[in-house]
């Protein structure tokens, strides 16, 4: 899988830049880089997960000890997710940050992976989460400031769809 390490440490960067000390993920094949930057990292606090929703509780928790953190998970992760986004992060004004990746978009291979990606910007828009679509490395830095700015002075959930056009090299 050509996914990019370059990409992933822009991405990483971006993330420890905006104050980022925890970071919750399950095994994702877009992700993997930046799942092994956390846990190489002795200044951030990795949180394997078992599945998804799990992840807006560690980050739920997180937010209440002071600390900034990060979910990352796949579009299939964040359909998953919906009930702990609601009943949590939404409910009890919690400042969440998703970086999703966005599989089943525009060049998708697989077909297992298309109804993922042709539900998760609705699904976004109903649930009045604030998204915007990663593809620009140069851009990248600047975007999350943005998403880690808007979750915390709105105190909700905001998301980034890391797309094939940044996450893979071909």
Not at 77 to 98: D, E, H, K, T, W
Not at 139 to 161: D, F, G, N, W, Y
Request: hydrophobic share 45%.
């Amino acid at each position: 899988m050509p996914v990019s390490v370059d990409n992933s440490q822009i991405i990483y960067d971006a993330l420890k830049s905006v104050g980022v000390e925890l970071m919750s993920a399950l095994p994702e094949t877009w992700l993997v880089h930046l799942v092994r930057m956390g846990e190489d990292d002795p200044d951030m606090k990795l949180v394997r997960l078992n599945k998804e929703e799990e992840g807006v509780g560690v980050s739920a928790g997180a937010h209440f000890a002071g600390a900034k953190s990060v979910m990352l998970m796949q579009n299939h992760g964040f359909l998953a997710s919906v009930n702990g986004i609601v009943s949590l992060a939404q409910l009890y004004r919690i400042p969440l940050l998703m970086l999703i990746s966005y599989r089943g978009h525009m060049g998708e291979r697989d077909p297992w992976q298309t109804e993922g990606g042709l539900s998760t910007e609705p699904i976004l828009q109903s649930m009045g989460i604030p998204y915007h679509l990663l593809s620009d490395p140069a851009k990248v830095e600047k975007e999350i400031r943005e998403a880690q700015t808007l979750a915390e002075s709105s105190m909700r959930p905001v998301a980034l769809l890391l797309t094939r056009d940044l996450m893979w090299e071909d």
